[in-house]
């Protein structure tokens, strides 16, 4: 059994910032990849990024490139996102999860409407 957990949401000024961790717990394993979702009142879940093991490639979704940083500690399966220059359209439910080779070979709006792998309950992020 895996958990995920999100922790450091909150509420921020636009063009502020805020950083965004996960936690795995539960039986000790490595995944594929991890990545970072969100959603937002209305709209679809959207994949924000992604982070690989071992040679920690990354993407990251065009929107926030720039100003969304992934990093991991595969050691630890956590992952966190700093999130700088924030705008209120980065208002939005954000979601941790871990994926499979599949889940990490798909493309990110593939994996977000399947919703595969291991998913934590969110974080709320409110820009405002």
């Known amino acids: 059994h895996v958990q995920l957990v999100e922790s450091g949401g909150g509420s921020v000024q636009a063009g502020g910032s805020l950083r965004l961790s996960c936690a795995a717990s539960g039986y000790t394993r490595t995944f594929n990849c991890m990545g970072w979702f969100r959603q937002a009142p209305g709209k679809e879940r959207e994949g924000v990024a992604r982070?690989?093991?071992?040679?920690?490639?990354?993407d990251y979704a065009d929107s926030v490139k720039g100003r969304f940083t992934i990093s991991q500690d595969n050691a630890k399966n956590t992952v966190a996102l700093q999130m700088n220059s924030l705008k209120p359209e980065d208002t939005a439910m954000y979601y941790c999860?871990?994926?499979?080779?599949?889940?990490?070979?798909?493309?990110?709006?593939?994996?977000?409407?399947?919703?595969?792998?291991?998913w934590g309950q969110g974080t709320q992020v409110t820009v405002s």
């Open positions: 982070i690989y093991t071992g040679g920690g490639r990354t």
């Open positions: 999860a871990a994926g499979s080779a599949t889940d990490c070979g798909s493309n990110m709006i593939t994996w977000a409407r399947e919703r595969r792998g291991y």
